[in-house]
């Protein structure tokens, strides 16, 4: 440590890099089922923010469009308040919905009788973190196995018989 400048000091201890930026962006009271709504959000967990848009751009169902202006609009917050620069360097970490409130409404049928309609409502949360993404692990396959894997999971006497003929 002695004769020593500050700037070397730090070199060795090894100052960490600044931690990656977080993102959290809401819509709240969304005129889409939650169910609906959740399918198509689960369809862009982990991917990239252009390959996710990409992906609700050209989704025919009703909720990709909700979901598609959230992203948009987390992707301005970004650069805004955070200060990113390039927004393809984001990758969704979470997208979820949440149960919002239900109106009931009558729905009037024939011979006096009437039943009820509920208009469902949905929260949509969106979380961007900086960054690459998470590589998925990808199931490997029998034909890819090497001939220890398949002799070990495939072995060709019975282990641990207790045969009594």
């Known amino acids: 440590m002695w004769g020593k400048t500050q700037e070397e000091i730090e070199e060795e201890k090894g100052i960490p890099e600044p931690p990656m930026e977080t993102i959290y962006h809401c819509k709240r009271e969304i005129r889409c089922s939650p169910i609906k709504m959740n399918l198509v959000a689960a369809q862009i967990r982990g991917l990239p923010v252009e390959e996710a848009i990409k992906q609700m751009t050209f989704s025919p169902k009703r909720a990709s469009s909700f979901i598609k202006k959230t992203i948009l609009e987390a992707q301005g917050i970004a650069q805004e308040k955070h ?11 979470e997208s979820f919905v949440g149960k919002g409130r239900y109106v009931k409404k009558i729905r009037i049928h024939a011979r006096g009788r009437f039943g009820i309609e509920k208009k469902k409502y949905c929260h949509y949360f969106l979380v961007l973190k900086e960054g690459t993404g998470k590589e998925k692990n990808v199931k490997r396959r029998l034909k890819h196995m090497n001939e220890l894997e398949e002799i070990q999971r495939h072995p060709r006497h019975i282990v641990n018989s207790l045969a009594w003929w």
């Not at 200060?83 to 970490?93: M, Q």
Request: net charge negative; no cysteine.
């Open 83 to 93: 200060g990113i620069e390039d927004k393809s360097y984001l990758w969704i970490a």
